[in-house]
């Protein structure tokens, strides 16, 4: 598909759809803000969405469906055992991602508990480009670790790399030099690496990663949960997919995987997740724990109906007008961003625009959770929630320790088809400000820190009293303006 091009030269991002069902959001005063942030621990999971203006919290389970895929979910064939509705959502995985062997599960990380009970013991070590928060906690629960090999690059805030998702192949043949390919039971390679800014990898890079689990005959696990995207960027930027369709690189990287398991939430718009392969050891191996976690195994713990609207969300991922919407937005939103000097992640990414709050908020210390504490602060001056993706997000070590996060970002993301450009202009806005007036965010110490996941339900407070002092100036310059 062609970029659409404006007479005045503007770089607009074009809606390519129309909108034909709207959900009223709230935006409700400063005042009623703060006590929200008070009432949620300063922690954006914790809000209520009565609360919140623009949703940007993440992509997951809220990207906006379609017209077929409601439409689809009409024709659920309600049954616990032998759904048509499966055969339907079989044949989409194999036409899209080109894999006969499906099991479904109710969410990504639902694929991640059974993959690591399956494969993973005490001793072993799962390389991967770099960790998602629940891959990350499954592989450790199940007494394994991980080592995220990445190019230095990647941890450049500021860099024109196309793919910064690459997995590193030196590292990977040290790591399993190492470690011993014995003690190895997959390499993981995450589409468009969450945490980092939805980077992308190249095909190329995949191709690498595949010779080297064939030398060394390991398994390899793609994480497809953005595949769409990751494969969007390949189209854009990796010259020999340039004429290439959606659908065939889609099938180019799954097919170098032995397993690839999805957050429907993510990949097709719906909800759900599965896992699919063609090699029948495998399939076997994991089948047997699909009804004991998850379901009986044509509809592993998801509504029927979101199985209809996954399979028809599958087939959508293909339609580049579709997939490239929310990639143009973001880079809408980054490219504003960067040209007011407010440091961001770049080139952009996919999921969303990444705040760099380790700059934005330099004089907040890492033990203060300088991600954490600007995702509080743009809540409060906006009402938009974002999301923490830096050490709040991190699991401490098997001694209790903090570990610091490599990033500290704040993450906004763009689902598809939801947000509008004037809404995305009021983001930049707000963040325009509170970038000028960022001396006046404080940091944050943690009240209640739940042992798994702390980030999800964890509870903070500020350290001193930052937010009534923000708010302060937010009035004085805003006056009575919500
Ligand atoms: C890359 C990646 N993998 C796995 C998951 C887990 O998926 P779910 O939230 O459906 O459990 C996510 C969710 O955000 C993700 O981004």
New binding site residues.
């Given amino acids: 598909m062609q970029d659409i091009k404006f007479y005045s030269g503007e770089n607009i991002p074009l809606e390519l759809h129309k909108v034909r069902i709207v959900q009223k959001l709230n935006l409700v005063p400063i005042e009623r803000r703060l006590e929200a942030l008070y009432e949620g621990g300063f922690n954006t999971f914790r809000l209520s969405t009565m609360d919140v203006f623009l949703d940007m919290l993440?992509d997951?389970?809220t990207n906006a469906m379609s017209d077929n895929q409601l439409a689809a979910m009409m024709q659920a064939d309600d049954a616990y055992a032998g759904s048509q509705s499966f055969v339907r959502l079989q044949k989409a995985v194999e036409d899209v991602l080109g894999k006969k062997l499906l099991l479904p599960v109710h969410?990504?990380?639902?694929a991640?508990n059974i993959i690591s009970l399956a494969y993973v013991k005490k001793g072993s070590l799962v390389p991967m480009n770099y960790h998602?928060t629940?891959?990350m906690a499954h592989i450790t629960q199940n007494g394994g670790k991980i080592a995220e090999l990445l190019y230095d690059e990647a941890y450049k805030i500021n860099s024109d790399h196309p793919f910064k998702g690459n997995m590193n192949i030196e590292k990977l043949e040290e790591v399993i030099k190492h470690h011993g390919a014995n003690n190895i039971p997959f390499i993981r390679m995450?589409?468009?690496?969450?945490l980092i800014g939805g980077q992308p990898f190249s095909v190329q890079n995949l191709r690498d990663v595949r010779a080297m689990a064939d030398k060394y005959g390991i398994r390899l696990v793609l994480?497809a949960?953005?595949l769409g995207e990751n494969a969007y960027m390949v189209l854009k930027r990796e010259a020999e997919f340039k004429d290439s369709t959606m659908g065939e690189i889609l099938k180019i990287m799954t097919g170098m995987a032995d397993l690839v398991y999805f957050?429907?939430?993510?990949l097709s718009s719906s909800r759900g997740?599965g896992m699919c392969t063609d090699n029948m050891t495998i399939y076997k191996e994991l089948e047997a724990l699909v009804p004991l976690y998850e379901g009986f195994l044509t509809y592993g713990g998801i509504s029927i109906r979101e199985i209809e609207a996954m399979a028809v969300g599958l087939y959508e991922t293909l339609d580049e007008s579709m997939i490239c919407q929310s990639p143009s937005f973001i880079k809408y939103l980054v490219e504003a961003l960067d040209a007011k000097g407010i440091p961001v992640i770049k080139p952009a990414g996919v999921?969303g625009a990444h705040v760099d709050a380790m700059q934005v908020c330099a004089h907040i210390p890492q033990t203060e959770y300088p991600a954490g504490a600007l995702a509080a602060a743009l809540f409060l001056i906006s009402g938009v929630r974002g999301m923490e993706r830096g050490s709040i997000s991190n699991q401490r070590d098997e001694y209790g320790n903090e570990t610091y996060a490599d990033m500290e970002l704040l993450r906004l993301a763009v689902p598809r088809r939801v947000f509008t450009l004037s809404q995305i202009k009021y983001v930049e806005d707000r963040l325009n400000w509170l970038y000028d007036n960022r001396l006046l965010i404080g940091g944050l110490r943690f009240v209640y820190e739940p042992p798994v996941l702390r980030f999800f339900m964890g509870g903070l407070e500020p350290t001193t009293d930052w937010p009534q002092k923000l708010m302060a100036k937010f009035k004085e310059d805003f006056g009575e303006s919500l």
Avoid: P
């Fill in positions: 993440t997951s389970g969410q990504g990380r639902a991640e998602f629940t891959a995450e589409a468009s690496t969450n994480d949960s953005l957050s429907a939430r993510k997740g999921l």
